[in-house]
């Protein structure tokens, strides 16, 4: 299994899930744009199309993008300013595996977070703040997250805004999952959850799930949960029903392919490929060709995972592998198909053709992208040296994964570095050195070993969390059972009552009209109860079908009404006619008065 250019053509194409959101014909965005009268919609279509133009043309998507900071800054309107270096910034994170768009990003965003700070507007300082505690992982600087994720936090906490407070929680979830508080991750993203199912703001409400959804999914993916992982990833999949903006058919394309790495995570290979060919149908079907380009990685990603190289090769010379690599190069990213191009050789023991790809592949790595790209890449050439029996070089490059490790935080690539290079000072005599690197080998080991457990305990809370939730909606449930028994008690009880008094009613001299309101409301309340139970009970039968539904109140109506009309004459003119029961009426009240007289002597 080769995990280093997985871990590395995912990092590149992180943006690109995201950017697919907005996705649309650019044509109609231009025609939009062209047609718009104000500074805010122009605005609103240069975001959507320099966002857009991301993953199509990079010098379009920069100049609209500085034609939408000139727009806003001309207007001297301070929200849609804010807007406009917030959108170049989310736009620029979308290639957050490359140094100049991370640093770009950032910029942008401290400039909106400046803006908003100067005029006190708290709903875009938060947001603001929020964007950069995201870039930040991606950096990583775990330190700064925190710093800004605590300081959107406290602030959002004071705002009538659930989407930012949701976006919080799960910004805070990002943060401990990073530092290894899996736990205290699981927690916040819950929270998250709650605050999206709970928000009144309707129009938001079916988004904010569904990217509550993905971050458990993520969550579920990261401590090899990958059951509940699906889980949560097909509950956001369904959560595009309920979204009507235009970009939900390109989402799904990308769905597909997401869902068809969690089953290739699974082992589950046949099913992961039908995924991919489900993504990529779905983009022939939009005639977007872009939208391929993920599922293209993953099926590219899933043959070095199953050590099938051959089966790579073959696919990176297909008509498939020469899109992917059209759409790389187009972009600049010819570093990233010499290094594909370099793995799969070294795996086929085509070592002098890797050694040519890796030195074309160099200066990409090292001068254009994040240090994650840069642990990728120095893995792959430690490992190929190791292989051609160049120990020297593959010590150097292990070391330098050990070190960007290290300043990263990533425990399990410097362990993993660490055994690398005791094996390799042991194999060229160098005994002292290979013990050193094997006692750092057993330190982060146990260092390891701890964060296992607290991924093990992770996995306890979330199945307790879990059966907790289905506790409290069970709960709920039976509370709101009982509730309904009384009210369906209360409502027997009162009917019963009605008709009590319509029959006493008719034991005495009262006026015809008056037993005959009190009959029309108590035939009412009886059979419209009656209607009640069956439409509450009709369910097992129709499923909630509206056509059976509406079938059965209508046979139900043709049944009842009519009775429900003969019954109420009979008994009401009965009660109305030659007061039949007033000789009853006289024997209770003699009665009643006697016992009265008798109580006062």
Not at 17 to 31: G, L, R, V, Y
Not at 312 to 321: D, R
């Amino acid at each position: 299994m080769n995990k280093p250019l997985k871990l590395l053509l995912l990092l590149i194409f992180i943006g690109f899930k995201t950017n697919a959101q907005q996705a649309a014909a650019i044509d109609s965005i231009k025609q939009a744009l062209a047609g718009a009268k104000t500074d805010a919609e122009k605005v609103y279509w240069l975001d959507n199309l320099s966002r857009t133009l991301m993953n199509v043309n990079l010098q379009e998507a920069e100049k609209y993008g500085k034609q939408l900071i000139t727009l806003a800054e001309e207007s001297r309107d301070r929200g849609l300013m804010i807007k406009a270096y917030m959108s170049n910034g989310l736009r620029c994170s979308y290639f957050g595996g490359q140094k100049m768009y991370l640093t770009q990003s950032i910029s942008y965003y401290e400039k909106a977070l400046s803006i908003a700070r100067h005029d006190n507007l708290e709903t875009e300082t938060g947001a603001a703040q929020l964007r950069l505690a995201g870039v930040y992982l991606a950096v990583p600087d775990k330190e700064k997250a925190l710093d800004y994720i605590s300081q959107a936090s406290s602030l959002i906490a004071t705002l009538d805004n659930d989407s930012l407070k949701a976006e919080a929680h799960n910004g805070y979830g990002n943060v401990y999952v990073a530092r290894n508080k899996k736990t205290l991750a699981l927690i916040e993203y819950l929270n998250a959850l709650r605050i999206a199912e709970s928000t009144k703001q309707k129009i938001a409400k079916a988004e904010l799930i569904r990217n509550c959804y993905l971050y458990l999914s993520s969550f579920y993916s990261g401590i090899e949960e990958y059951d509940k992982a699906i889980d949560y990833y097909t509950l956001a999949y369904k959560q595009l029903d309920q979204i009507k903006q235009k970009n939900a058919p390109y989402q799904r394309a990308i769905d597909m392919s997401n869902l068809g790495n969690l089953y290739a995570a699974k082992k589950n290979y046949d099913l992961a490929i039908d995924y991919y060919q489900r993504s990529i149908a779905i983009a022939d079907s939009l005639k977007f060709s872009t939208l391929k380009i993920p599922a293209y990685i993953s099926m590219l990603n899933q043959y070095l995972e199953m050590n099938q190289p051959t089966k790579a090769l073959e696919f990176m010379n297909s008509s498939a592998g020469e899109s992917l690599k059209k759409f790389l190069m187009g972009f600049k990213f010819d570093g990233v198909v010499d290094n594909a191009y370099a793995v799969i050789y070294s795996e086929l023991g085509m070592l002098d053709s890797a050694r040519t790809r890796f030195q074309n592949a160099m200066p990409y790595f090292e001068q254009q992208t994040s240090s994650n790209n840069r642990i990728s890449f120095y893995a792959q050439l430690a490992r190929f040296y190791k292989r051609t029996g160049e120990k020297d070089k593959a010590i150097n490059y292990y070391l330098q994964v050990k070190e960007l490790g290290e300043k990263n935080g990533s425990l399990d690539i410097v362990q993993r570095a660490a055994k690398h290079l005791d094996s390799l000072y042991g194999q060229m005599g160098n005994y002292q050195m290979a013990s050193m690197y094997n006692g750092i080998y057993y330190q982060y080991k146990d260092s390891a070993e701890k964060i296992n457990k607290e991924k093990e305990l992770a996995q306890v809370e979330a199945a307790d969390e879990q059966r907790r939730q289905a506790r409290l909606v069970a709960e709920l449930e039976e509370k709101k059972r009982r509730r309904n028994n009384i009210q369906y008690m209360g409502i027997t009880i009162g009917i019963a009552l009605c008709f009590i008094a319509l029959v006493v009613l008719g034991m005495f001299k009262v006026s015809a009209t008056t037993i005959k309101m009190i009959g029309f409301f108590a035939f009412i309340m009886f059979f419209e109860f009656i209607f009640l139970i069956f439409k509450k009970n009709i369910y097992s039968i129709t499923h909630g079908e509206p056509w059976k539904d509406l079938l059965f109140m209508i046979g139900l109506a043709a049944l009842l009404l009519p009775l429900h009309h003969w019954l109420e004459e009979k008994v009401i003119h009965y009660l109305t006619s030659h007061n039949r029961l007033t000789a009853a009426g006289h024997h209770l009240k003699r009665r009643l008065f006697r016992r009265s007289t008798e109580q006062q002597q």
